[in-house]
């Protein structure tokens, strides 16, 4: 089945591709999607991501599900990954995005809030424990995620296992220069604790988010490169229930035949 790094095995390339017009039209059906899966399951396990990427849908899902009363009492969140040793009140960590876009808005209880402590003194116990939490929920039901200008998904940088579960990772350099942005000043960003990618081929339905040109090329390769852990969200192509929602932008590169794809799966 694998040749090098590269999977050669494709039998299972089954990604629905969804493009909208711009980041509030990708923004509104990624809520969508996330409402849905609380709707059909009350007691979902759903895993988000931070970033630039999925910020606005989170905005839209928070009025959502303010606005149709929805409970998300019975609901768990998992943090998908976070910077190791950046302290959780730091703006551009992942627990303040996470807090002040999701958690806060709706009042989500302590109990049902589960993040990775990136200043704890036994990381490889945080990743037990966060195993451990996922193995006994039997499953992650939605991962919500960006990708990163290196392929990355979470912190899954390029190279890395796909039989991974939670796991502590030093940052390629892109990502270190990249997660820059999040920080109000410049940020020492070396190591990463993160779902493995594992998780993410597990989980019963994965959303991969993307918008702006820039993400252009990095999109191009997930959906027509080969399927390789050298640009991990690639593997996503091996995932029975993955959708990838971008704009425009991030499809400028894409060739006809995955733009005629795309318009046939989702009809948009
Ligand atoms: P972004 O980050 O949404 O801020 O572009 C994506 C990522 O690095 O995973």
Known sequence: MEKGNEFTDKMNEK????????????????????EEVIKLKPDAVICLATGESPKLTYQLLV??????????????LIGLDEWVGVPPTTEGSCHHFLYKEIFSP??????????????????????QNMDKLILE?????????????NGHIGFNEPGIPVDN?????????????VGQKYFAHPTELKKGITLGLKHLLQAEKVVLLANGDKKASI????LEGPISIDVPATVLRMHLNA??????EAAGLLSEKTLLDSQTASNV
Do not use: P, R
């Open 15 to 34: 990604m629905e591709i969804k493009i909208f017009k711009d980041y509030q039209a990708l923004s509104e059906q990624a809520a969508s999607e996330i």
């Open 106 to 127: 709706l009042g989500i209880s302590e109990n049902q809030i589960h993040l990775f402590d990136a200043l704890s003194g036994n990381l490889f116990l945080e990743c």
């Open 219 to 222: 999109i191009k390769e997930t």
């Open 137 to 149: 929920k039997g499953d992650i039901d939605l991962m919500v995620v960006g990708i990163g200008m």
């Open 63 to 76: 009025k959502k599900l303010i606005d149709g009363k929805i409970d998300l009492s019975d609901c768990t």
């Open 243 to 248: 959708m990838v929602i971008i704009d425009e």
């Open 165 to 177: 579960y939670s796991h502590v990772i030093n940052l390629d350099s892109t990502t270190q220069t």
